[in-house]
């Protein structure tokens, strides 16, 4: 069992790929690690601590697109290979100077520090081993390292990088488990006495398992290498009860359209309300990702004779180190809590679904949610809100892609309608879900079933100037923030001409890109424009 995506034995043999660095390779990350709403989609290559590593082409090929923006990958490279393969480069801190104009030529051109530019085969061709970008930690990284990506070029695929590079990085540390969840099936199943899923540790759990009808297993474990204090994806989960395979999941591919169905595959409760992760070794019915191969039940277990069932799980790496864990399932009789979905807040997996009620319409489109599932829905009304406050769901249930939803807006605190905007709470804090206004309603795509009101933002971004004395030598610096709705846009112009400024979002650093082209020895007059996603404006004026 367990297709494999990659290439074949001879192809990874051939040298198909040389590593990045000339210096010897260990990762802070792994292809497949799970992460909010996403895989981890390749490697994350140490640099040695420090940012301005030479990085050289891994394989013959063309730069077909490069992309600058305050979060996410910072600054990146899409290189296409003569091979088939396209490999991306994330949180550079510089490009290679012939592309390095073109961006910045673009940036100014456009006043825009934001860059999504694409490229013709012929425009800037690298063979192997040339060096075309210097490593960083722009963009959404905390630590400077090489985040590297190798996808199919004509499916956009995503495959494990590693297979390329085993031999250049030693590990001989299996996977380790620490807990294991069971999951009785609503109406069908229990677990101790209760239809509840419920948690024990590994490789002992602590006590006698007991359970009647359907129950399905998951697992919380990570992967180890050697000489390093990161945590990894598992790659391979394999579940047998009484020696028959039940449950397989190999992560070394997906699909662009796959990569949300971690959040069928993981508990996304148990990581939304506590940022822990199960795999489970269920395939619920939609999801449709080809890495997970299950029994005819989807990986579920009938537990109905008065007998031990012998659970074993077999974590394994790339390298087939490996890790087993076994359990005991007593079966014992219990009653088994029935269910009745009923009415208009059951939601059917394999249907279009439409969430309707006073001042509230959502559209779920087949194919948006993984399994059934009843809303537990609250509208809540309180008179002077902007709109009544309405719970889809307790916790938050994913949705494959953004599905419309509809507010109707109750109390009018300004006329200027750009202002108003979809708030989804969740756990006690705000997030902005913007979203525009047409006919009474506030309209905005939304990916969970959360809890969803309206709210109006009219406080304008703030900017406030950093090291002052530091100006006047080019190191111009502001810390920029919105409350509400979030930054969209930043423009300083000084002296009346546009200047580069780069924005980092995970540090909120507003800062001057060339501080050595800044004249020195005069007096200068900034201003500073900074808008949030609702159109509020900060304008400010500074000599320096
Ligand atoms: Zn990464």
Redesign the pocket.
């Known amino acids: 069992m367990g297709m494999s995506l990659g290439v074949s034995a001879q192809d990874t043999s051939g040298r198909l790929f040389i590593p990045p660095f000339d210096f010897p390779l260990t990762l802070s990350?792994n292809f497949g690690e799970l992460r909010a709403n996403h895989f981890?989609g390749?490697l994350?290559f140490k640099t040695q601590g420090t940012v301005g590593k030479p990085i050289r082409n891994i394989a013959d090929g063309y730069v077909s697109r490069v992309t600058v923006t305050p979060g996410g990958y910072g600054q990146a490279v899409y290189m296409v290979h003569d091979n088939g393969y396209t490999s991306v480069h994330?949180h550079l801190l510089r490009f290679d100077p012939a592309i390095a104009q073109v961006v910045e030529e673009y940036q100014y051109a456009n006043e825009t520090f934001d860059v999504d530019l694409e490229f013709e085969p012929d425009r800037f061709r690298f063979v192997q081993g040339e060096v075309f970008a210097w490593s960083g930690n722009e963009g959404y990284s905390f630590g400077p390292h090489l985040?590297m990506e190798i996808r199919k070029t004509d499916t956009g695929e995503y495959i494990d990088p590693l297979q390329f590079y085993k031999d250049k990085i030693k590990d001989t540390t299996p996977p380790r488990a620490t807990h294991i969840m069971l999951y009785p099936q609503r109406g069908k199943g229990v677990v101790n006495g209760s239809s509840m899923k419920q948690s024990f540790s590994l490789p002992h759990p602590g006590k006698t398992l007991y359970a009647w009808g359907e129950i399905a297993a998951g697992i919380k474990a990570y992967d180890y290498m050697d000489g390093t204090h990161n945590n990894y994806g598992v790659r391979s989960v394999k579940l047998f009860v009484d020696s028959i395979e039940v449950f397989c999941s190999t992560v070394d591919g997906f699909l662009p359209d796959e990569n949300r169905m971690i959040n069928a595959w993981t508990d996304y409760e148990e990581y939304v309300t506590k940022t822990s992760w199960y795999m489970r070794s269920q395939v619920l019915p939609g999801n449709s990702w080809r890495m997970l191969q299950a029994n005819e039940k989807g990986g579920v277990v009938t537990i109905d004779e008065e007998r031990d069932y012998h659970f074993h799980y077999e974590l394994e790496d790339l390298y087939g180190n490996a890790r087993n864990y076994s359990f005991v399932v007593k079966g014992k009789p219990q009653i088994i809590e029935p269910f009745h979905p009923e009415g208009k807040n059951f939601l059917r997996w394999n249907q279009q679904n439409v969430v309707w009620d006073l001042g509230l319409e959502l559209t779920i489109p087949e194919g948006m949610l993984y399994e059934d599932v009843e809303l537990n829905y609250v509208l809540r009304r309180d008179s002077d809100a902007i709109s009544y406050e309405y719970q889809l769901h307790h916790v938050p249930v994913p949705l494959h892609a953004g599905c419309m939803l509809k507010i109707g807006v109750q109390e009018y605190p300004v006329t200027d309608m750009s202002k108003y905007y979809v708030v989804q709470k969740k756990k006690g804090r705000k997030t902005s879900m913007g979203g525009y206004f047409e006919n009474g309603f506030m309209h905005a795509s939304v990916r969970e079933l959360g809890t969803y009101t309206v709210g109006v933002d009219t406080i304008p971004p703030k900017v406030v100037p950093l090291g002052r004395e530091q100006w006047k030598k080019g190191n111009v610096q502001f810390r920029i923030t919105d409350a509400e709705t979030g930054i969209k846009d930043y423009k300083v112009h000084i002296d009346g001409q546009f200047v580069l400024f780069a924005f980092s979002s995970k540090n909120a650093r507003l800062k001057m890109k060339h501080p050595e082209r800044l004249k020195k020895g005069v007096a200068h007059e900034m201003e500073v424009v900074v808008t949030d996603h609702c159109g509020n404006e900060f304008r400010e004026r500074y000599k320096f």
Do not use: S
């Open positions: 990350g981890h390749g994350d994330g985040h």
